[in-house]
C-alpha cells in the first residue's frame, strides 16, 4: 500500500496478497483486512487500536458506506475475502494519493504509481489524454493518471473491485449539503472560527516541532495565529516560513498585487510570543535541479515550475530545523475566505433583482467598480462567443488557449480537449455556470502526489486546515451573503479573525503575488530552457503534444524588459516553463537522459 524504505508486513488472504510499509497500517477482522495511510480524526464514534482498525470496524458496521463515515486525509482500502471484494477510497481533497492497476483477473494498487511501475506485469506508457488535459489546465474529472493504464481513486470516491466489475462511486456529496441556518451574523464566524481551530489540532496532534507556510493573506494567517495559540499552553513554539524576493528583485509587478508578503507576514507573527517567523529568500539549488527533483518524488512533472523555486527554499528551511508537521491555507480561498463574488451571477440568472442590487451597491461602496461588478453578475451567464466578444471590445480580452499553453493544437483537437479548454479560458469558474464554482476548484487538482513528494524531500507532513471536510462543508452549506456581508468581500474569515488577527492584514484587500521574482529565476535558466527545447526536438512524445517552433519562438525573442506584464508571464513564467517542465518529464520517462 505504501511505498518507501521502511520495513513492510504482509498478510496473505484468500484471492489476495496485501501489504504496508513505512507508517501505514494494517489490520485483521476475520475476513476482513483493512490497510491505512495517512491521518483519522474521526470515524463516527468507532473506535480501534489502529487507524486501520478502525477501518475494519466501520466496513463491518456501514458496508460500503464505511469511507463516508471517515474524516481525515487517508488513503485506504478494505479486502472481504468472504465476498470477494476490495474496496479502496481517498479523503475528499486528496492529501493521501491512492492508484491501481487491472489486467483481466489480476488488480495491483499502492499509494504511488512507482510501486505498480516497479511491477514487471505493469507496461509503461504515458497517457496522451491526461497530458493535453495537463497541458490545457483542465480539472482531472476522471480516473486517469500520467500513466497510461494506471488510474488514480478519485477523491471522496471509493473504488468497487468485484464479482459485478469495477466502478467507482463518490461518498463526498458536497452538492446535497443540508443549508446551515445560525441565529446571528457572529455565530456564523464564531462556528468557523471554532472549525478551523479543531481542524488546526487534529493536525498538530503529537507534534512538537510544527512550522506553518505564512503568506500575507487571510487564510495562511488565520492558520498560524490559531496553531500558535493552541502550541502556547504547552510551552511550544511554532516556526513560520514566508517567502520573500530573491537578492536582485527590483520590486516591479501589479500594482493591485502584494509582491514583498514579508513585512505584512511579520505583522502576523509579531501578534503572537511564541511564533519563531523565518524569511527565506527565493533562492536556492538551480530551477532544473529543483524540478528533476519534484519529478523524481512526485512522478509527474511540477504543475507551477516557477512556484517550485520557493516551495523548495522553504523545504530545505523547515527540515534544517526538523520541523515533522508543517500547515498551510492552500484551500482557504474556497473555504475560509471565499470571496462571494460568484453569487452575482446567480442571483442575474435566477432575476433576483432586488438581493442582486442591494449587494452590488453595498460592494460599490466598499471600492468595487461597477464595471467590475456587472462583468461579475453578467457575463459568466452568457453564451462564449458572446462573452468573449464583450470582453474584447472592452479592453479586457479572454485568455486563449495559447497564451498560456504551449499544447500544440493539433494534439489537443485530437483529444478532443480544445473546447472545453477554451470555454474555461483559463479560469475554473467559467465551467460552473450558475452553480458553485468552488466545488469545480476543489476538484481541479489531485495534490496527493505533491504532498507525498514534500514529505520525502523534507521530512515533514504538510497539511491544510482550511481543507478539512467539516471547515469546507461548512463554508458550502452556509448562506452565501456571509461572504458579502456589509458590501464586505470575504467577510466571514474578517470577522471571525477579529480580534486575534492584526488589521492592518486582516483589512487588507490586495492578495499576494507568489514568486513575484519569476523573472530572475527564468532569465538564470535561459540557457538550459534552450538546451532543454533542443532536446525536446528528439522526443516524440513532446514533439507530438508541444508547440516547439512556439517555444523556439519565445527564446528568439526573449524579452529585455517588461517582465511583469501580463502577457509577457502568462508566455514565458506559464506557458514556455510548464511546456519545458512537462517535455522534461516526458523525455526522461521515455529514457533520453541526454
Aim: aromatic letters at 6%.
Amino acid at each position: 500500500m505504501a511505498l518507501g524504505s521502511g520495513k513492510g508486513r504482509f498478510h496473505h488472504a484468500p484471492g489476495a496478497t496485501l501489504g504496508v510499509c513505512d507508517d501505514a497500517t494494517l489490520a485483521i477482522d476475520g475476513a476482513v483486512v483493512a490497510l491505512f495511510h495517512g491521518r483519522l480524526d474521526d470515524a463516527g464514534g468507532v473506535t480501534g487500536r489502529s487507524a486501520a482498525d478502525i477501518v475494519a470496524h466501520a466496513y463491518r458496521r456501514w458496508g460500503e458506506d464505511f469511507a463516508a463515515r471517515l474524516i481525515g486525509d487517508f488513503a485506504c482500502a478494505v479486502w472481504d475475502s468472504a465476498s470477494q471484494r476490495l474496496l479502496l477510497a481517498r479523503d475528499p481533497f486528496a492529501a493521501q494519493p491512492l492508484f491501481f492497476w487491472r489486467n483481466g483477473a489480476t488488480l495491483r494498487f499502492a499509494t504511488e504509481p512507482q510501486g505498480l511501475l516497479a511491477e514487471p506485469d505493469v507496461p509503461r506508457g504515458i497517457d496522451e489524454t491526461w497530458v493535453a488535459r495537463w497541458l490545457a489546465l483542465l480539472p482531472q474529472s476522471d480516473s486517469r493518471t500520467a500513466y497510461q493504464g494506471i488510474e488514480r481513486v478519485i477523491p471522496g470516491h471509493v473504488a468497487h473491485f468485484d464479482q459485478q466489475g469495477h466502478r467507482q462511486t463518490p461518498f463526498w456529496k458536497p452538492e446535497a449539503l443540508p443549508r446551515i441556518e445560525l441565529p446571528s451574523d457572529a455565530a456564523y464566524a464564531e462556528t468557523m472560527r471554532n472549525l478551523l481551530d479543531q481542524a488546526v489540532r487534529c493536525r498538530i496532534a503529537g507534534h512538537s516541532a510544527v512550522g506553518s507556510t505564512l503568506s500575507a493573506g487571510l487564510d495562511s494567517s488565520s492558520v498560524t495565529l490559531l496553531t500558535a495559540r493552541q502550541l502556547a499552553p504547552q510551552g511550544l513554539r511554532l516556526t513560520s516560513f514566508t517567502a520573500v524576493p530573491s537578492a536582485g528583485y527590483d520590486g516591479s509587478g501589479p500594482n493591485h498585487r502584494i509582491c514583498d508578503e514579508g513585512p505584512l507576514a511579520a505583522i502576523v507573527a509579531g501578534a503572537e510570543p511564541n511564533i519563531d517567523h523565518v524569511r527565506v529568500p527565493n533562492g536556492g539549488p538551480p530551477l532544473f535541479d529543483i524540478l528533476d527533483r519534484v519529478a523524481a518524488t512526485a512522478g509527474m512533472a511540477a504543475m507551477n515550475p516557477i512556484n517550485q523555486a520557493w516551495v523548495d527554499a522553504i523545504g530545505l528551511a523547515a527540515r534544517d530545523r526538523g520541523i515533522t508537521v508543517m500547515l498551510g491555507g492552500g484551500m482557504g480561498n474556497m473555504s475560509i475566505s471565499y470571496h462571494g463574488l460568484d453569487a452575482l451571477s446567480r442571483w442575474a440568472q435566477r432575476g433576483q433583482w432586488v438581493r442582486l442590487a442591494q449587494h452590488m451597491s453595498a460592494l460599490h461602496r466598499n471600492g468595487h467598480s461597477w464595471r467590475a461588478l456587472a462583468s461579475r453578475a453578467i457575463l459568466p451567464a452568457l453564451p462564449l462567443r458572446l462573452r468573449r466578444r464583450i470582453r474584447s471590445l472592452a479592453g479586457r480580452p479572454e485568455d486563449q488557449l495559447q497564451d498560456f499553453s504551449a499544447l500544440r493544437r493539433d494534439f489537443a483537437a485530437r483529444l478532443n480537449v480544445i473546447d472545453q479548454a477554451e470555454g474555461m479560458a483559463g479560469n475554473v469558474s467559467n465551467l460552473a455556470p450558475g452553480g458553485d464554482p468552488r466545488l469545480a476548484v476543489i476538484r481541479r487538482t489531485d495534490p496527493g502526489m505533491a504532498l507525498r513528494a514534500e514529505r520525502r524531500r523534507f521530512g515533514y507532513v504538510h497539511c491544510d486546515p482550511t481543507a478539512d471536510r467539516r471547515v469546507v462543508e461548512f463554508c458550502l452549506a452556509i448562506p452565501v451573503e456571509q461572504y458579502l456581508l456589509h458590501g464586505e468581500s470575504r467577510s466571514l474569515v474578517r470577522r471571525a479573525m477579529a480580534g486575534i488577527m492584526p488589521d492592518a492584514v486582516r483589512l487588507e484587500t490586495r492578495t499576494g503575488l507568489q514568486g513575484a521574482d519569476w523573472a530572475i529565476h527564468v532569465n538564470a535558466a535561459r540557457t538550459e530552457i534552450a538546451a532543454e527545447i533542443e532536446r525536446l526536438e528528439s522526443s516524440a512524445l513532446a514533439s507530438a503534444c508541444l508547440d516547439l517552433p512556439r517555444l523556439h519562438a519565445l527564446l528568439r525573442d526573449w524579452p529585455r524588459t517588461g517582465w511583469d506584464r501580463y502577457d509577457v508571464a502568462q508566455s514565458y513564467r506559464f506557458a514556455l516553463m510548464r511546456a519545458v517542465a512537462t517535455g522534461r518529464f516526458l523525455r526522461r520517462f521515455e529514457g533520453s537522459n541526454g
